[in-house]
């Protein structure tokens, strides 16, 4: 069956960095359009960044744009996420979610991964 | 920015109906997604473009949208319904969008 597993969160200080991972099984990862999506404690969801099957086409939302990058690995059914800069309001459980079809809807979600950023 | 604005919450007793709202600027035009998720939980995906179902989602769920809203509907609703829902679209300038998020609450 379909499993996505993060990892990587923890606790940092603000200004630090963290390397989220996503680790894909029971499907086609390289078929497949990816995104970091987050929710802040008792908040909604809000995505992230967004990158295509083969990694040629990468978005971000206006409040992570030149602090984080997505990336992705085929060959090991693997996305990631760089973090820099973190900020307190960056705090939040970080949810990996695929698409079968791009600029669409989120199919399977990982269980999150939780960043505490504060000093 | 595109803004998706959904009431904050829902009560509906055991076997009746739950209507969900989701508005934004002519959403009709758009396929809006719907996800369910409870407490400690990763949101699942319940209704997709606009009214289609997953599988394994039972046919109480459904969706429908037109002009400015786009709606949830959960029949007979069960005690294990009681969750937030959020709705999603995708627009070309503002990229992935949520709604605010309902809670729904099962008396």
């Known amino acids: 069956q379909v499993q996505l597993v993060e990892s990587g969160g923890g606790l940092v200080k603000p200004g630090g960095s963290l390397r989220l991972s996503c680790a894909a099984s029971?499907?086609?990862?390289?078929?497949?359009?990816m995104s970091w999506i987050r929710q802040a404690p008792g908040k909604g969801l809000e995505w992230v960044s967004y990158?295509?099957?083969?990694?040629?086409?990468?978005y971000y939302a206006d409040s992570v744009k030149g602090r984080f990058t997505i990336s992705r690995d085929n060959a090991k059914n693997s996305l990631y996420l760089q973090m820099n800069s973190l900020r307190a309001e960056d705090t939040a459980v970080y949810y990996c979610?695929?698409?079968?079809?791009?600029?669409?809807?989120?199919?399977?979600w990982g269980q999150g991964t939780l960043v505490t950023v504060s000093s | 920015s595109y803004v998706l604005t959904q009431p904050p919450s829902v009560s509906v007793a055991p076997g009746q109906t739950a209507r969900i709202t989701c508005g934004g600027n002519?959403?009709?035009?758009?396929?809006v997604h719907w996800y369910q998720q409870k407490p400690g939980q990763a949101p699942v995906l319940v209704v997709y473009d606009d009214s289609d179902r997953p599988s394994g989602i039972p046919e109480r769920f459904s969706g429908s949208n037109s002009g400015n809203t786009a709606t949830l509907t959960i029949s007979r609703v069960e005690a294990g319904d009681e969750a937030d829902y959020y709705c999603?679209?995708?627009?070309?300038?503002?990229?992935?969008?949520f709604g605010t998020g309902t809670k729904v609450t099962v008396l």
């Open positions: 990158i295509s099957s083969s990694g040629s086409t990468i």
């Open positions: 002519n959403i009709g035009s758009k396929s």
């Open positions: 999603q679209v995708w627009d070309s300038s503002s990229d992935y969008v």
């Open positions: 029971g499907f086609t990862f390289s078929d497949y359009y």
């Open positions: 979610a695929s698409e079968a079809r791009p600029y669409s809807y989120f199919d399977y």
